[in-house]
């Protein structure tokens, strides 16, 4: 939901492919020529599914893994979580710069990227659902495994989500293909949840509240948590064979499209920095969706925990998030007719502030399974908003600053990288703070029920805290400059420089 990472008009662009403006279409052989196939979008969108994959496993169970399965201690814990975190942060620019100045080779220039990557991370995200069998260098071995598969993570993802920019030129086919990828990708997070959660969950260590009292409420040892152990084991092979599958329909459907023959712009790693945090527009959104992102994510990363002891559902905090993952999925639909009717800086107001009420409500009420559920569905409305929204504007703010800088090509992965280190950094403040405020509330690694007030500070990390986040993003957002009229005159800019260029490159062909 993780989420590994721009959809304009999404409905317009997966039913048709005219263009907008009536300048473009004098040049219907070279319109011909950019058009993507089915296949090649579904391709292309089942690359995006890996990240969304694994970034909802880790996202919703890796602290309650490290927790009551691998029993480290919380501040133990917390340190993993934000070391982790961090490190994937610092990787995404790095990464990023080197992706900018990487030579063109056979399959392209992100591809060889994608390839190299995928087999390191497919064996360090496996490593890290596996219990090591000595205790003193546990969280040795969760950081470093945890640290390494975010890298080979990052070499995957931040190639993955620059290559929209080169399967083609045309602005509308792009708008299609990436409408594509979201719903792929929140399947992805769908199926991340499933595999995860149905096959832990049936393994679960302790059993009913109402079963449990104060005087024996230790997880039972020997063979159920061993048996947990394996789940986790089971299910991080099955999601470990369909990354592999993934990356191998990416690389065979998808024909990466050299960038017309410009000369890139080489810039050192600080110019870098500062051609991407000088465009205002940029700074605007990634620190509007900074504050956004961060109250999903903390909702996130302690949804299963507040499930499982604030509201008492133990049996069925995997079906929880499952219902969350499924309402967001097929309200996408929804999501990209409102994204073409009223303009995406509405849908972001609109989606976004959706959430809060329930928010509220969930921890205001006395806990009943099926109001959890019925919260479930419409809570799952707004994370689909606040999982699309950011991936669809990052791309108009790309083209604006194309427009505006003409004569510098080729650090399109620059903003999309930088995007998710600030989104990333944060991330892991936020669960590292969290898990860190979960030890000084006296939880019990091992305990099949916490103190009253593990299940006080749950409360607040699910719903206060995330409601004055998602306010102040919101409030960062109204200044956000690229609206309906702006976006739109950007694509014609951007078309009549791709028009000009193509009628030079043409013009010098032929002498």
């Known amino acids: 939901m993780a989420r590994g990472e721009g959809a304009e008009q999404y409905a317009a662009g997966l039913l048709s492919v005219k263009p907008i403006n009536t300048e473009v279409k004098t040049a219907k052989p070279k319109d011909q020529r950019n058009r993507l196939s089915v296949w090649n979008k579904l391709c292309y969108a089942i690359g995006g599914a890996p990240y969304q994959i694994t970034g909802s496993a880790l996202g919703f169970f890796l602290q309650l893994y490290l927790l009551d399965v691998a029993q480290l201690d919380p501040f133990h814990a917390s340190i993993i979580l934000f070391v982790g975190r961090a490190w994937d942060a610092v990787t995404d620019p790095t990464v990023g710069f080197f992706v900018s100045r990487s030579r063109w080779t056979g399959i392209g220039r992100m591809m060889p990227w994608i390839l190299c990557s995928t087999p390191f991370a497919v064996l360090t995200y496996f490593l890290i659902w596996y219990v090591p069998p000595f205790e003193e260098g546990k969280i040795v071995w969760y950081l470093i495994f945890y640290c390494l598969f975010q890298s080979m993570q990052t070499c995957f993802h931040v190639p993955y989500s620059a290559l929209t920019m080169f399967i083609t030129t045309d602005q509308k086919e792009r708008d299609s293909a990436t409408a594509y990828r979201m719903m792929v990708e929140v399947l992805g997070t ?30 039972p040892t020997g063979y159920s948590l061993e048996e947990t152990k394996q789940a986790y084991l089971i299910a991080s092979g099955v999601i470990c064979i369909i990354y592999v599958c993934c990356a191998a329909v990416l690389f065979l459907g998808v024909k990466e499209k050299k960038d017309n023959g410009r000369k890139k712009t080489l810039l050192t ?18 620190i509007g969706f900074l504050f956004t992102s961060l109250a999903f994510m903390l909702l996130e990363g302690n949804f299963a925990l507040f499930i499982t002891y604030s509201l008492g559902h133990r049996k069925h905090f995997q079906n929880i998030l499952l219902v969350i993952m499924l309402s967001g999925t097929l309200t996408i639909p929804w999501w990209q007719w409102f994204l073409t009717r009223f303009g995406k800086k509405k849908a972001v107001y609109f989606g976004i502030s959706w959430a809060v009420p329930f928010m509220l409500l969930i921890v205001c009420i006395k806990s009943h399974l099926i109001i959890s559920y019925l919260v479930s569905v419409a809570a799952g409305v707004s994370v689909a908003a606040a999982f699309l929204l ?25 903003f999309y990288s930088f995007y998710v280190f600030f989104i990333k950094f944060a991330s892991g403040m936020s669960l590292g703070v969290s898990t860190l405020s979960l030890k000084f509330a006296g939880y019990v690694t091992g305990s099949c029920i916490q103190p009253e007030a593990v299940s006080l500070t749950l409360k607040v990390l699910v719903s206060p805290v995330p409601v004055a986040l998602i306010a102040v993003g919101l409030l960062i957002l109204r200044t956000y400059p690229i609206d309906e009229e702006r976006r739109q005159g950007n694509q014609k800019l ?12 043409a013009l010098g062909s032929e002498v």
């Open 190 to 219: 769908v199926l991340g949840t499933a595999i995860q959660g149905q096959i832990v969950g049936g393994a679960s260590n302790c059993p009913d509240p109402d079963e449990l009292d104060s005087s024996n409420s230790t997880i």
């Open 269 to 286: 790693f600080r110019q870098g920095i500062c051609l991407v945090m000088s465009h205002g527009p940029y700074v605007k959104l990634v």
């Open 390 to 414: 950011p991936w669809s504007m990052l791309p108009d703010v790309v083209d604006d600053f194309k427009v505006r800088n003409p004569d510098i090509h080729g650090h399109e992965a620059l």
């Open 494 to 505: 951007l078309q009549e420089m791709l028009d000009s260029e193509s009628e030079t490159s």
